[in-house]
Nanobody, 127 residues
Framework: QEQLVESGGGLVQPGGSLTLSCVAS????????MAWFRQAPEKERELVGGITWSGRYTEYADSVKGRFTISRDNWNNTVWLQMDSLKPEDTAVYYC????????????????????WGQGTQVTVSS
């Protein structure tokens, strides 16, 4: 059974950094793209970014480009979201998700393309 477990959220001041991690089990992790989404109160869940199964390509939302970095370790079934220069508008619950199809050549955007999700971890950016 697939399972994704996030960790690393918390409270950080504007301009600070946090690193989220997501450990996957139950699927052949190296064959699947991974993505990070976030959902702020009363807002739709949105894609933050993703990384292809090989780690060769990444995609980011315009709002986080240049500040967030996604990486993965296929030996340890782990994907990370490094968040720098955090802003109050980054406050949200962050979720990792795994692509429903193997070995896509690119990261796909829509939520429906991801079939398993972690429980979410809260990130709060506030002074």
């Amino acid at each position: 059974q697939e399972q994704l477990v996030e960790s690393g959220g918390g409270l950080v001041q504007p301009g600070g950094s946090l690193t989220l991690s997501c450990v996957a089990s139950g699927r052949v992790f190296p064959l699947y793209a991974m993505a990070w989404f976030r959902q702020a109160p009363e807002k739709e869940r949105e894609l933050v970014g993703g990384i292809t199964w090989s780690g060769r390509y990444t995609e980011y939302a315009d709002s986080v480009k240049g500040r967030f970095t996604i990486s993965r370790d296929n030996w340890n079934n782990t994907v990370w979201l490094q968040m720098d220069s955090l802003k109050p508008e980054d406050t949200a619950v962050y979720y990792c998700a795994i692509d429903r199809l193997q070995q896509r050549p690119r990261v796909v955007v829509g939520k429906d393309n991801y079939d398993y999700w972690g429980q979410g971890t809260q990130v709060t950016v506030s002074s």
